[in-house]
Nanobody, 123 residues
Framework: QLQASGGGLVQAGGSLRLSCVVS????????MAWFRQAPGKEREFVAA????????YYADSVKGRFTISRDTTKNTVDLQLNSLKAEDTAVYYC??????????????????WGPGTLVTVSS
């Protein structure tokens, strides 16, 4: 089970930290990712970290501003959002799966999803 939290309202240029708590299973067993869905748009890939913790992926639109990390003692995967822009406004979802590299950015490849948390960036 996945549960995301940390969303809220922030001004452009501000920061938020999202956290996804994994229960019932160890976070080390899965590739973990964050996706987001803006109003009227499809759910899109944001960032992912492999089950080994050794490889991290980012969407070009967030590279250099967002950071994904994993805490195996707390069984959480966090997403630090810095330098937020109005276009980052979306519902953010965490997801889990065991993927091959070529599918790491594909939402259809993940089979566990948590309810989203809303991030609203005011300009």
């Amino acid at each position: 089970q996945l549960q995301a939290s940390g969303g809220g309202l922030v001004q452009a240029g501000g920061s938020l930290r999202l956290s996804c708590v994994v229960s019932g299973e160890t976070v080390r067993r899965y590739d973990m990712a964050w996706f987001r869905q803006a109003p009227g748009k499809e759910r899109e890939f944001v960032a992912a970290i492999r089950w080994s913790g050794g490889t991290i992926y980012y969407a070009d639109s967030v590279k250099g501003r967002f950071t994904i990390s994993r805490d195996t003692t707390k069984n959480t995967v966090d997403l630090q959002l810095n330098s937020l822009k109005a276009e980052d406004t979306a519902v953010y979802y965490c997801a889990a799966g065991r993927l091959i590299t070529s599918t790491i950015r594909s939402r259809d490849a993940y089979y566990y999803w948590g309810p989203g948390t809303l991030v609203t960036v005011s300009s």
